[in-house]
């Protein structure tokens, strides 16, 4: 029996039916389903559509149904099309006819997203206080990290010295922004569709501002043909999952190249690895490349969902059924990836020694060429006269802690005997000035501006 078999007149075939039924992923929207049904009652209670007596049924049974399925996670189950059938059927169980009205006027099309944007709005704030624990164990490692120093990379070539907490606050910044672009998607969910009936909107005198305000909603959807197969805000949730993966799999790849030998930067802790069933010598960062590797189901979802979206006509069509995978694929990836990659950054040890020999040497190339500029010279002239340096001391297999007075002076006569004070790491990132660069006091800032950021995020509620 399913809600609309009154107008066909033989049983469906299995294969064509079971194909479509979604009641096997769509009862993780079990709670909003009933949510939004208790509101439904309750709206149509107050237009007069559903009798004092009727709605106050309604709403009993519903509540009873919800304990029941709190209870026993089992009891969500049977041979229901989807989750608001299922309810529909518990409903009518307890209170017959009563529970045979609550449909009146509306339509699973706009229920079935009401569903998921209640459900994006409860489960989004779960994400957002992963990120935050994760910006809470960078910031942690970076005040750990003191002063001590490592190279930074470009085209994975040593670049300049900073400050190996500079490095830790830079994963927390993309990760901020992900915090933020979720907020986004979830602004994006705050909108009721109740109201728009199948597609043309409903008959009955629904008060859908006072709806939207019980179910928490700031505002009501624009149209109700765009609400029925409006799904925007799957696609912006995917893009701010698939994106805060990729920043999860950069900080893996970087921790991956630099736990291991070649680099040695920062250790593994043995919590966090895991070892080779043949190699003894082996300790993996499993946890970080599985984060690295399920970046690629992450952004499918992304890129399976707007090619889903793309060709489809206006209003609801059955292909939107596919959301529902989608975001709860995404979601629970990025939920374990962040307690994965957690797990592993809050653990590291870092080898001060190895960061700071490493960041020592011909990176300092621009601080040299900087010391000409502050004396006049142009800074294409001086970025000459430090790269024939440079290629000199390649050479000869030294670097600018090994010149003498004189060779610094036959470099250039503007080289004066602080010059060699000036070419080593610490005075370079002493150097710096603005608020982002890696100067410790800007760190030492932005460390407890970090932290200030943690501190004042609402705790979620549910
Ligand atoms: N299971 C459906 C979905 O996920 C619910 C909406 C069904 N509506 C319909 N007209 N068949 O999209």
Redesign the pocket.
């Given at each position: 029996m399913t809600l609309w078999s009154g107008r066909f007149d033989t049983a469906p075939d299995p294969d064509a039916f079971d194909f479509g039924i979604?009641f096997g992923f769509?009862r993780a929207l079990f709670e909003d389903d009933i949510r939004g049904s208790l509101a439904w009652a309750d709206a149509l209670g107050a237009a007069g559509v559903l009798s004092a007596e009727d709605t106050a049924a309604i709403v009993a049974a519903l509540n009873g149904i919800l304990d029941e399925g709190r209870r026993d996670p089992a009891f969500v189950s049977g041979p229901d099309?989807?989750v608001?059938s299922f309810v529909e059927r518990q409903l009518v169980a307890r209170v017959g006819d009563a529970g045979r009205r609550l449909h009146t006027g509306r339509?699973?099309?706009e229920?079935?997203s009401l569903d998921l944007r209640l459900y994006l709005r409860r489960r989004i704030p779960l994400l957002q206080e992963g990120i935050a624990r994760l910006v809470g164990a960078c910031t942690d490692q970076a005040e750990r990290a003191g002063d001590a120093l490592m190279p930074s990379y470009t085209h994975m070539r040593r670049a300049q010295p900073v400050l190996v907490a500079h490095f830790y606050l830079s994963h927390a910044a993309a990760l901020r922004r992900d915090h933020a672009r979720l907020a986004g998607a979830a602004a994006e969910a705050d909108a009721l569709t109740l109201g728009s009936g199948?597609i043309a909107g409903t008959s009955y005198p629904v008060d859908t501002g006072r709806l939207a305000r019980a179910l928490g909603f700031s505002r009501v959807v624009l149209n109700s043909i765009d609400a029925s197969s409006d799904r925007d805000f799957v696609a912006s949730f995917l893009f701010a999952t698939s994106l805060a993966m990729v920043h999860l799999s950069r900080m893996a790849e970087d921790f991956i190249l630099f736990t291991g030998e070649e680099h040695g930067f920062f250790g593994l802790s043995d919590a966090s690895a895991t070892g080779s069933s043949m190699m003894p010598q082996k300790k993996n960062p499993d946890p970080l490349e599985l984060v690295r590797g399920k970046t690629g189901r992450a952004v499918g979802r992304l890129t399976g969902w707007l090619t889903t979206m793309k060709a489809l006509p206006t209003g609801?069509n059955?292909d939107?059924?596919e959301?529902?995978e989608a975001v709860f694929d995404a979601e629970a990836t990025l939920a374990a990836s962040l307690r994965a990659t957690h797990a592993v950054i809050a653990r590291l040890t870092l080898n001060a020694s190895t960061t700071e020999a490493a960041a020592s040497g011909l990176l300092l190339a621009t601080d040299v060429a900087d010391y000409l500029t502050t004396r006049g010279v142009p800074f294409r002239r001086a970025h000459e006269i430090v790269g024939a340096m440079v290629r000199q001391l390649l050479a000869e297999g030294r670097d600018f802690s090994a010149l003498s007075r004189d060779e610094w002076t036959a470099a250039s006569e503007l080289f004066g005997a602080d010059a060699a004070r000036a070419a080593t790491p610490r005075a370079s990132v002493e150097a710096k000035r603005t608020p982002q660069s890696t100067s410790p006091d800007a760190v030492r800032a932005a460390i407890a501006e970090c932290r200030t950021w943690v501190e004042n995020l609402p705790k979620p509620s549910a």
């Open positions: 979604s769509d099309e989807d608001h339509s699973r099309n229920q079935v199948a609801y059955k939107l059924q959301d529902k």
